[in-house]
């Protein structure tokens, strides 16, 4: 059901982020409003079927405004009265974000119908330091799991209102959910000499959260010593970036990275040449902080929008505004050449899905017509001379796939699946807590994306009925949610994967590099995809 014209690069991604809309977690009426109390002020929230409350939108810091604007996150002020925890925040200010989905496609039209509340993730605001709590207790002894999510979007746009990464499910299996929202692009990664910390302050948005999350841990009905971050493409980014960051250490207690591996960071003369076009476009002095504070949101998006645009291809690991390795923040290249300090004591599961890129290059107008002539093109604008190496390997790992499935693979093992293995690898060679490796293989029938990128999301959150649009029918979907929330709910735990819905789950290491591979019949393997891991890493 699937128009291939539909989506554009971006709005591919935010389609199946919005996927999860289709049903909303029930509410139950006659209950009566729980009250969180919180060390700041009382929330108010909702009780949802299973015995789950949720509270949304409860500040974190301060509004990051006027003077606060690029610095480091402040306080929160206190309040009295139970504030309203029953909708959505409004997200970080988003860079452009195309439209999802032609209206009057057969998807589109499916989609119309489900996404009746897109309207409470869709105002922005520079007020966006919020988070979102789901758990079964308040206060009563217990000590749960909490479970932190960052969510997808790159660094320049996204929310962890997105509904798909509602809670519920999990909250209901006796965990804390958090997800939360923070300063995204320019707002979030300017690197201003003047500013200390403000190349990284979206990143110090998830430390200040996450020092939320201890200081609250006991009312939530979680455990401040049993702490996991996970995230999904740029969230999985994030997760990398705090597992090397000194301020972050002992926040958290696991980590999940799902195909985002955050291997290196933006260096500062890179950032720097980003800061100059920006006072450029503004028609401001270099250094002048005040006139940057002074001017409007939408004026430094543009000016912004302009930097990238002129940077974009000169040589960025990451290209655009995101965290800036080299400041007292992330003191070092996070995964590069070796694995942080910070990291030893931190298990580690990481992964990707197999087929991560069908979901931003199915609407190319090449998609199911690339020939070898064309994917060798390709090739060599990806990889140069090493192209005919990578592409012989990628065909021995991949023989039947066609020139434009393995046109697809050429970015998904070229970055998420190298850099993937380089995090696993150097986790394992670290000492210390363990790293686990997997790979969804499942594919969901839904138009030609196979197993693509965000397709996890509703099978670790157990969210597959209200993301039937993405998963389609039938009752595979919620056979892969048991065994992938189930092992997610087991490192949660314990900080070990293994689970009795999956079989024996070795941890990585570089002799033997288990994989865990999701699939009806899951089933772990030995060096995947050899060939191609030689290639790429």
């Not at 289709?22 to 949802?48: D, I």
Request: proline share 8%; aromatic share 8%.
């Amino acid at each position: 059901m699937t128009d291939r014209k539909l989506l554009t690069r971006r709005g591919l991604l935010r389609w199946t982020a919005l996927a999860g809309a289709a049903v909303s977690t029930p509410v139950l009426a006659k209950r009566a409003e729980p009250v969180l109390a919180t060390n700041r002020g009382p929330v108010r929230g909702v009780a949802l079927a299973g015995g789950v409350m949720t509270f949304k939108a409860i500040p974190y810091a301060a509004p990051p405004v006027g003077p606060l604007r690029f610095a480091p996150p402040a306080p929160a002020a206190a309040w009295t009265e139970p504030r309203d925890g029953s909708k959505l925040p409004a997200t970080a200010m988003q860079n452009p974000s195309p439209s999802s989905v032609n209206p009057t496609s057969e998807l589109g039209k499916a989609l119309q119908t489900v996404f009746p509340g897109q309207a409470d993730v869709d105002a922005q605001s520079e007020d966006c330091l919020y988070l979102n709590v789901w758990t079964r207790g308040l206060g009563d002894g217990k000590k749960r799991p909490v479970m932190v999510w960052m969510h997808g979007g790159g660094f320049a746009y996204g929310s962890g209102g997105w509904p798909m990464y509602d809670g519920a499910s999990l909250a209901a299996q006796d965990v804390v959910i958090v997800t939360i929202n923070h300063r995204l692009n320019v707002f979030g990664y300017l690197d201003l000499p003047q500013v200390a910390g403000s190349g990284n302050a979206g990143m110090l948005d998830l430390v200040a959260a996450l020092q939320w999350v201890r200081d609250n841990a006991e009312a939530i009905g979680g455990d401040a010593g049993n702490v996991t971050i996970f995230g999904e493409s740029g969230g999985g980014a994030k997760v990398s970036y705090l597992l090397a960051m000194p301020v972050a250490k002992g926040l958290f207690h696991r980590a999940v990275i799902q195909s985002g591996p955050g291997v290196k960071a933006v260096p500062r003369d890179r950032a720097a040449a980003l800061r100059a076009e920006v006072y450029k476009a503004l028609g401001l002095a270099d250094g002048d902080i005040a006139g940057l504070r002074a001017a409007e949101p939408a004026a430094i998006q543009k000016a912004a929008a302009a930097a990238e645009a002129k940077q974009t291809g000169a040589g960025f690991d990451r290209s655009g505004f995101s965290p800036v390795a080299g400041d007292g923040v992330l003191p070092d290249q996070p995964w590069d050449p070796k694995a942080p300090d910070t990291a030893r004591d931190v298990p580690v599961l990481i992964g990707i899905n197999r087929d991560e890129m069908t979901l931003f290059m199915a609407s190319a107008s090449w998609f199911g017509r690339l020939d070898n002539a064309g994917l060798e093109k390709m090739a060599g604008a990806l990889f140069g001379p090493k192209a005919p190496t990578v592409l012989e390997a990628l065909r021995k790992d991949f023989p039947n796939d066609s020139p434009t499935y393995l046109a697809t693979h050429l970015t998904t093992y070229g970055r998420m699946f190298a850099g993937s293995v380089q995090i696993a690898e150097r986790k394992s060679a670290q000492g210390g807590a363990k790293a686990w490796f997997y790979l969804l293989e499942w594919e969901t029938p839904v138009g030609p994306f196979r197993s693509p990128h965000t397709l996890e999301i509703p099978l670790v959150f157990d969210n597959v009925e209200s993301s039937r649009v993405l998963m389609g029918p039938g009752p595979a979907p919620q056979l892969m949610a048991k065994q992938m929330s189930a092992a997610w709910l087991a490192f949660a735990r314990t900080g070990d994967p293994n689970t009795p819905a999956l079989p024996q789950w070795p941890a990585y290491d570089a002799a033997r590099r288990a994989t865990m591979v999701f699939n009806l019949e899951s089933r772990v393997v030995e060096d995947l995809y050899a060939a191609t891991r030689r290639a790429v890493t």
